[in-house]
């Protein structure tokens, strides 16, 4: 199967994973499972802005930075931009956070409440350099929304 493909399987079965559940936590540790088995990454989970700083949210993967700062590293710049960010190669990203040197490539999508705020940031890692592309960005950018609607 297609990645494409694998996607528009996926995103009808994450949307009827978290139907009906508003809780944050629940929300986000289920989704973060979900396309974890889907899909295989190296690290899937969500940062969730508390004041001024991505605190670590639920997760699937080895473990992880607790802090991230406004405009710090992909997901601190997802964050300040309101805008995904594909990065190819993490070592070639201005300011990237090293939580693990096995991470090769990633990919940040922003979560937004309805009133536009980012509330948090779907971070994906790979151990494989390029893995992330438009396909899974736009994607990705749709999983966010599914979950972001559903919680914020």
């Given amino acids: 199967m297609e990645k494409k493909e694998k996607y528009e399987a996926f995103?009808?079965?994450?949307?009827?994973?978290?139907?009906g559940e508003h809780d944050e936590t629940a929300v986000l540790a289920n989704a973060s499972a979900a396309l974890?088995?889907?899909?295989?990454?190296?690290?899937?989970?969500f940062y969730v802005v508390r004041g001024d700083e991505l605190l670590v949210g639920p997760?699937?993967?080895?473990?992880?930075?607790?802090?991230?700062g406004f405009g710090r590293g992909v997901c601190g710049t997802a964050w300040q931009q309101r805008a995904t960010q594909v990065v190819p190669d993490v070592e070639a990203f201005p300011g990237h956070i090293a939580c693990s040197s096995l991470s090769r490539s990633e990919i940040v999508v922003p979560l937004f409440s309805q009133q536009g705020d980012v509330k948090a940031v779907l971070d994906i890692d790979s151990k494989e350099l390029g893995t992330f592309d438009q396909t899974d960005r736009e994607y990705l950018e749709q999983a966010a929304a599914i979950i972001a609607r559903q919680i914020y």
């Fill in 11 to 19: 995103l009808p079965q994450l949307q009827a994973l978290i139907e």
């Fill in 36 to 45: 974890a088995t889907e899909f295989g990454w190296f690290w899937t989970g």
């Fill in 59 to 68: 997760f699937q993967g080895t473990v992880a930075c607790y802090h991230i």
